[in-house]
Structure formats: structure tokens, C-alpha cells
């Protein structure tokens, strides 16, 4: 069977920038695939091609082992895109941007009309269906967003950030709302800067970083890989830096310790990667004693996607999203200047 | 946001009929891509249309100014030249005749002139992406339903113009006049509609779009026959008069107004090289909007970046 999504050696490049250098991936049918990556990695640009918006410089993109360069229409009769921007017209009503949305899609008549009523039942817009969109709240306009981009239903449901800004509330919802599609067979490709997103949902990741595919796998492989336990503990409430080096020092010194940092921006605490081992936190414990250290809190972890990310790149994606601040704010500023009416 | 998204259970997601249709759609439709005139073309370019008209039923405003300025244009440009001798304005009578079918027709251009602008502000909010990524039949049913809804709109502005003409003394077209009078008015809209969203589809921004309208929409109205015969201009000004389209509609619509009994033989004005006839006239704005057409065609089917 023909993978429902498959990308090999993809480049897209936008004068300078290199906005996608190199992204394979392979997504199983029936599966929820995440791209995580920070901030201007590349992944609405690798989405846009995928959906036939953008013509790739290099590389093989094929949904259901048609080629998406050559065969656009039957791919997009196939694929579902809920673009990173809600974009509504706020003039029509949420029914009757369903309306058109089945009939660009072709549905005939009596399967959109009864389609549509499916769709806001599910995602229960029942009561907001015949109000203007423009008076929509973020989390009903991601809700008829998924409704119009899930009307036809398609195989393959590509979701660019589709939590993003919203409330914990409603981001629940949606990843709710995911896990029952994809209870029912739709194959989901879902890109993400939250770890803990695609930590909850994704059956497969693959990590991109600066337009390349730097690691990938389900994500249990991917933090095995990784190998090693954390420990975080905090000596005091608040420690200060002396004593906290003082500790983090002793506790190096441990066999079983293969690493230790002071981290600053949590109050000092010490994180520790040591090897999988049922003693480890009694050994870090009666270490401490032994010097006469107190303990105010400490816990024991598995490796996360982030110190996945950390391993691959050697920044943290906190630092990496940081980085791109700075990118990201002029990006924006040229958007509004566009957009200004 | 409730948190009960979830498990109605008594609610599927798929869709029995629908996952029917899909099946049926794929055996069909993979060998036979549907094209321009195809019930799928249709189906997609009435819903366009109609997405138009809704937006403007709830915002109304955009008809009565519409309808009210070149109304205005009628009363003040007539009054401005109202004692100018008679004889002057070639065959009319006075200016208020000579000028309605200027009027009407850059009424019509420069409404179908701002065509383009919606689609470009769909494409800024992303609102476009939503039709591109769609099966669209042919993404011409996006630049037929922009021409459908302006030719309406462009056809209730010349019926209010007309109108008001016959009011102020200029005479009404008989029936068939007045068909070929609408006939000329959608092809020009037609033509200038293609040409605007090309620009929506090829330009990178609203502000680029807005530019290229400002510098077109007054320049082709003093470079054409809308205000003052050719006659009254110099040579070179003549010369790029005849070339624009514009006068081709002008022209013939003016015709229509003074000679009830026209024939497609019929002179309707003399171009710089040659008298130009009512069905030369017909051709070449026919022949306009073909080519707006296929101009067009590369644009709004590459995928934008
Ligand atoms: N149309 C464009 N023109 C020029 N540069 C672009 C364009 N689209 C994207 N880029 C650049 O390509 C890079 C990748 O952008 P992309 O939008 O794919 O990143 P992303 O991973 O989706 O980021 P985010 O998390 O911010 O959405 C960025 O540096 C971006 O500025
Ligand atoms: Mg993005």
C-alpha cells in the first residue's frame, strides 16, 4: 500500500533564505505525524507544497502515491488543509461558508446539505451556524475552520499550528476532536511548536530545524534514543547561584551522573542526566545529605521531545524560538504593513 | 468553547453517502478532468457568484455609491460644458447627449478596473488559499463569477444612467439598441475584469494593485472619446484614442443613441487610419476580451509562492 504521504529530498528556497533545504518523510496510512520545529523552520513552506501551493525546486511529493506536481487536482480532492491563519469571510455566516466550501468541492446538493448538518453537529456550531463569522469567537472560528476543511472528507487532514492562540480549554478540544478522526481511519499531519502536542497526539514526529529533517521516529524511539533519565531538584525555594553550583558539583562527581547544569531561569534548580537506574533518585538524595544540603523538591523524569531537540541541535527549542524572535517580529511588521487597508 | 467536543457517540464522522460518492468521483473523474463549461465549473463558479451578492446585500453601500456618483458625473460634466454651441459635439445634440455613453462605458471599466481588489485582499487574508487548494474545475470560475457580478452591477449603473439621460433630454435607445448597448458593456467588463485579476493574481500586494488602477483608471478615460470628440484632440493625443478600447465601446454606444436604424456596416467613428465600423468596432472589443483571457490563463494557474 502506497504511503498516504510521501516526501523525498524537498527544497524550497525564497531568494535568500532557504526556507526548506532538505525534508523527507513518510506518514502510514491512518497515522498522526508531527512537525515539530521552532519558529521559520520550514514547516508551513513544506506544507504549502504539499498542498499544492507552491511549486518545490526539488524534491518528491506524492499523497497517496499520486504525484503532487503532476496530478493537483486529485490530490487536493484528496487532501484537507486547515491553513496557521483562520481566514474567514466575517460577511457570510458559518453555514454559508460551508455552503461554498462543499460546492468547490463539489458535493452534490443532498450529500452537502446533509454533510454540512453532520459537521456542525460534530463540532457543535448548531447554535452559531446562521451568525456572521465576524462575530465569532478564536475558538469557534478554529472550529468551522476544521469543519469546512474536514466537509469533504478527505484522506489525508494537513493542520498547520492548529493550537495556536488558543485556550487550554479550547486547544483540548481540538486535540480531542483529532484523536476521534483519527479513531475513525484519517490519516493527520499536524505541524507544531509545542512539544507537549505532539508528545499527546503524534503516533510518528519528525523534528526540522532550519529547513532540515534532523531526526525523526515515534516519539517514545525518539527520547530512547536519547537515553538517560533526568532528575531536577532544587536545593531551597530559591537557591542562590554559589550554593547551587556548590551541589550540582557534588553531585558530578556521582558515577551514575553523565551530566549536570545549574538552570538560572528556574530559580537555580539543578538538572541532572543520569543513567536509567532504580537507586538514582536515593543515591542523589543521600548524596546531599552526606553534605549536610537540604532538599526542597526533587523529581525524576523521562527524556522529552525538548531534550531530543537538545541533543540533535544543541540548543533547547525555548532558545531556538528566542532566536527567532527577533526574525519573526519583522516578518510580522512587513505582514501588517501589507494588510494595512 | 465547550469541552464536550468529544464523544457524542452517537455521532459518526464519516459520512456513508458522501464516502459513496468519493468512490464513484474517483473512477470518473481521474480519467476526464473537468473543464470550463463542465457541471462542476458551474457548480463552483455559482457559488462564487453568490458568495459575491451576499457581501453585497449585507453591505449595500458599494451599489448606491455605484449608482449615485456616475449620476453626478452626468449632472456636473454636463452642466460644466452645457454652452458649448450646439454643432460642436459632432452629431449630438448637446454635451449631456454626447457624454452618456461615456459615462456608462467608464462607469463599467472602472468597475470591472476594481475587480481585482477583493481577490487581492482574499489572497492577503489567505481567504484564496481556501480556493486553491479546492479541485477547482478551472480557476477561471473565480475571474467568471468577479465578471458576473460586475457586468450585474454594471448593467443596473447604465439602466440608472440611461435613465437619467433620457430625463435631462438625450433621448432612449429602442429596445434593440439598448440590448447592443448591454451586449458591448459585458464584453468591455469582461475583458477588463480578466485583466484586473491577473494583476491580483501576478502583483505582490494590494498596495502594487491599488497603484496600477490609479495610474490606468483617469489616464484611459482622457485618452479615450468619453468627454471630447476626436476631433477636438491633438494629433498624437488621436492617435492613442483610437487605440484604446475604451473608444471602441464609447463609440458604437453613442452611435446607437443617435441612429435608431444602425447596421453593422454603419460608420461609427473615423480612427486616424481609417473609419472604424460598427462591426469592426464589435470585433475588436470581442477580440479584446479573448485576449484578456488567454493573457490572463499562466497567471492564475501557477501556484504562488
Ligand atoms: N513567501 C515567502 N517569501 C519569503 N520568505 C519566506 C516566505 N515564506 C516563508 N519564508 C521564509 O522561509 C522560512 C521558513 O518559513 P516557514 O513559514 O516555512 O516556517 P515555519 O516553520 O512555518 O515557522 P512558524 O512556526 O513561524 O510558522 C522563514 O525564514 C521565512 O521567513
Ligand atoms: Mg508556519
Known amino acids: 500500500m502506497a504511503p498516504a504521504v510521501l516526501i523525498e529530498g524537498l527544497q524550497k528556497r525564497y531568494g535568500e533564505v532557504q526556507a526548506v533545504k532538505d525534508v523527507s518523510l513518510e506518514i502510514k496510512p491512518g497515522e498522526i505525524f508531527g512537525l515539530l520545529g521552532p519558529n ?14 507552491t511549486l518545490p525546486d526539488a524534491g518528491r511529493l506524492e499523497v497517496n502515491g499520486l504525484s503532487v506536481i503532476d496530478y493537483p487536482r486529485q490530490v487536493r480532492q484528496r487532501l484537507g488543509y486547515i491553513a496557521q491563519d483562520v481566514a474567514l469571510d466575517k460577511v457570510l455566516t458559518g453555514r454559508e461558508l460551508l455552503e461554498l466550501q462543499a460546492a468547490i468541492y463539489h458535493l452534490p446538493g443532498a450529500i452537502a446539505r446533509d454533510r454540512i448538518a453532520q459537521m456542525l453537529r460534530l463540532l457543535e456550531l448548531e ?25 469533504h472528507q478527505p484522506d489525508v487532514l494537513v493542520l498547520d499550528e492548529p493550537t495556536v492562540g488558543l485556550d487550554i480549554e479550547s486547544r483540548t478540544a481540538v486535540w480531542q476532536f483529532l484523536r476521534q478522526l483519527h479513531a475513525a481511519g484519517t490519516t493527520i499531519l499536524i505541524t507544531s511548536h ?3 502536542e505532539v508528545d499527546a497526539l503524534a503516533d510518528r514526529v519528525a523534528i526540522i530545524d532550519r529547513g532540515e529533517v534532523i531526526s525523526s521516529g515515534s516519539p517514545a524511539e525518539l527520547k530512547d534514543q536519547v537515553g538517560g533519565e533526568r532528575i531536577t531538584l532544587r536545593i531551597r525555594e530559591f537557591t542562590d547561584a554559589d550554593e547551587a553550583e556548590s551541589a550540582r558539583a557534588l553531585l558530578q562527581d556521582l558515577p551514575m551522573v553523565q551530566d549536570a547544569i545549574v538552570n538560572s531561569d528556574q530559580g537555580n534548580s539543578i538538572n541532572l542526566v543520569v543513567e536509567p ?12 545529605k552526606d553534605a549536610d544540603m537540604p532538599i ?3 523529581s525524576q523524569s523521562r527524556p522529552s521531545l525538548d531534550d531530543v531537540y537538545l541533543a540533535a541541535t544543541g540548543r533547547t527549542l525555548m532558545d531556538a524560538e528566542l532566536a527567532a524572535v527577533g526574525q519573526r517580529d519583522m516578518k510580522k511588521e512587513a505582514k501588517q504593513q501589507n494588510m494595512r487597508r | 468553547m465547550s469541552s464536550t467536543l468529544t464523544p457524542r457517540r452517537a455521532d459518526s464522522i464519516e459520512n456513508p453517502q458522501l464516502q459513496q460518492w468519493k468512490a464513484s468521483l474517483e473512477e470518473s473523474a481521474i480519467a476526464h478532468p473537468p473543464g470550463v463549461f463542465s457541471p462542476a465549473f458551474i457548480q463552483e463558479t455559482l457559488a462564487l457568484t453568490r458568495r459575491l451578492f451576499i457581501q453585497l446585500q449585507r453591505r449595500p453601500s458599494t451599489l448606491v455609491a455605484g449608482i449615485v456618483q456616475p449620476l453626478m458625473w452626468l449632472i456636473l460634466f454636463g452642466a460644466l460644458f452645457q454652452n458649448v454651441p450646439q454643432g460642436l459635439f459632432g452629431e449630438s445634440q ?7 455613453a461615456g459615462i456608462i462605458v467608464f462607469t463599467a471599466f472602472a468597475g470591472a478596473l476594481n475587480a481585482g481588489l477583493p481577490v487581492m485582499f482574499d489572497r492577503e487574508f489567505g481567504f484564496l488559499n481556501r480556493l486553491l487548494v479546492a479541485p477547482l474545475a478551472s480557476r477561471f470560475s473565480i475571474v467568471v463569477a468577479s465578471a458576473l457580478f460586475i457586468a450585474a452591477m454594471s448593467l443596473v449603473q447604465t439602466a440608472a444612467i440611461v435613465g437619467l439621460s433620457a430625463v435631462l433630454g438625450a433621448g432612449l435607445p429602442n429596445v434593440g439598441s439598448l440590448l447592443l448597448m448591454g451586449a458591448i458593456v459585458l464584453t468591455l467588463v469582461l475583458g477588463v475584469t480578466a485583466l484586473s485579476l491577473g494583476l491580483a493574481f501576478a502583483l505582490p500586494g494590494h498596495i502594487e494593485l491599488i497603484a496600477v488602477i490609479f495610474v490606468t ?35 458604437p454606444i453613442r452611435y446607437l443613441y443617435l441612429h435608431p436604424d444602425w447596421q453593422f456596416s454603419s460608420i461609427v467613428f473615423q480612427a ?11 470585433g475588436i472589443l470581442v477580440a479584446f476580451s479573448l485576449g484578456a483571457l488567454a493573457l490572463i490563463r499562466p497567471l492564475i494557474s501557477r501556484r504562488i509562492a
Request: contains cysteine.
Open chain 2, 217 to 251: 483608471n483617469l489616464p484611459l478615460l482622457f485618452a479615450s472619446t468619453a468627454l471630447v470628440p476626436l476631433s477636438f484632440m491633438p494629433g498624437w493625443l488621436q492617435f492613442v484614442a483610437s487605440l484604446n478600447p475604451l473608444s471602441y465601446a464609447i463609440e
Open chain 1, 194 to 196: 509545542y512539544l507537549e
Open chain 1, 127 to 151: 447554535d452559531w451556524a446562521d451568525k456572521k463569522t465576524g462575530i465569532y469567537s478564536g475558538g469557534l472560528k478554529k472550529r468551522l475552520d476544521l469543519a469546512a476543511g474536514l466537509l
Open chain 1, 40 to 53: 521559520g523552520a520550514g514547516k508551513t513552506t513544506t506544507i504549502r507544497c504539499l498542498c499544492t501551493l
Open chain 1, 277 to 288: 537506574n532504580a537507586d538514582a533518585l536515593m543515591t542523589v538524595q543521600q548524596q546531599l
Open chain 2, 94 to 100: 448637446n454635451y449631456g447627449q454626447f457624454l452618456g
Open chain 2, 272 to 282: 486616424p487610419w481609417g473609419s472604424v465600423s460598427m462591426g469592426l468596432a464589435l
Open chain 1, 296 to 298: 526542597f523538591g526533587i
